[in-house]
């Protein structure tokens, strides 16, 4: 299976789950590592634009391709059994709950997980800390630009 992953330049490269740790996301509080990925390089641009202001468009982007061995086990929350304020925000903690007790268990390699911002779409969130990590791999690493019309 290949995910994807829009980053800025001087991360493309870094899987560590930093950037999660440090400011928190719908699937994580601060202080824990997850790597966020999308099934799609559509998705990846949406969810980036939901986090820019009008007029700001995005620069010194990479799109990241990584590949996950079909033999990895992937655990899968469907949005019937999330809570109603799963898509708020700020995020709601229940869904951050969700993703911190998948890494602090350490069972699994990744959880797939709903998209709040295409309906239909799905999130693959990477445990940097389980044994299987090494087994991904970046397979592609492209300059991306976004199209305009998507911050008028």
Known sequence: MIVYRLSKEKYAGDLSGKGAELSGGRWNHK??????????????????????????????????????????????????SLPKSWKSFPYAGSTQKIGDEFIKENRLLILKVPSAVVQGDHNYLINPAHEDFQKIKITGKERFVFDQRLFR
Not at 36 to 54: F, K, N, P
């Open 31 to 80: 202080g824990t590592k997850v790597l966020y990925t999308s099934d799609s390089r559509a998705l990846c641009t949406a969810e980036i634009a939901v986090h820019c202001s009008m007029g700001n468009i995005p620069h010194d982007y990479f799109m990241i391709s990584i590949e996950i061995p079909d033999d990895i086990t992937v655990q899968e929350i469907k949005v019937g």
